[in-house]
């Protein structure tokens, strides 16, 4: 939960590097978030919480992306790989999967240098 939270705190951070935890942990947090949420709008009949909760996690989700692709060395331009069928998306997850730099790179020191 703690690397949930640490994403919500850099809301709008696209700057630096995110380990793969981070963004892992994220993705896991909010994957549950958003199945409760949607079970619990079926059974309220209020479809609008989970939409809300999408709309509250956009900007987060895409700063730690962002900043993801930048551990790797890759501009947060690569979120666009996206939008080409099915083969942008599996690239885009190989992104996500890699070792990030060891070292400092142009966008910033290594992350895991912090890490306790």
């Known amino acids: 939960m703690e690397w949930y939270l640490k994403v919500l705190n850099n809301y709008v ?66 979120l666009l790989i996206n939008f080409v069928p099915l083969i942008g998306f599996i690239i885009f997850i190989v992104f996500m999967c890699l070792e990030g730099d060891p070292g400092d790179n142009q966008y910033g020191p290594n992350p895991k240098a912090f890490a306790p």
């Open 13 to 78: 951070v696209f700057e630096g590097r995110a380990r793969r935890k981070e963004y892992w942990m994220f993705v896991l947090f909010n994957v549950i978030i958003s199945l409760v949420l949607s079970g619990l709008a079926r059974m309220l009949g209020m479809s609008w919480i989970s939409s809300i909760y999408s709309l509250a996690v956009l900007l987060p989700g895409l700063a730690v992306a962002v900043r993801r692709l930048h551990d790797t060395n890759r501009s947060g331009w690569w």
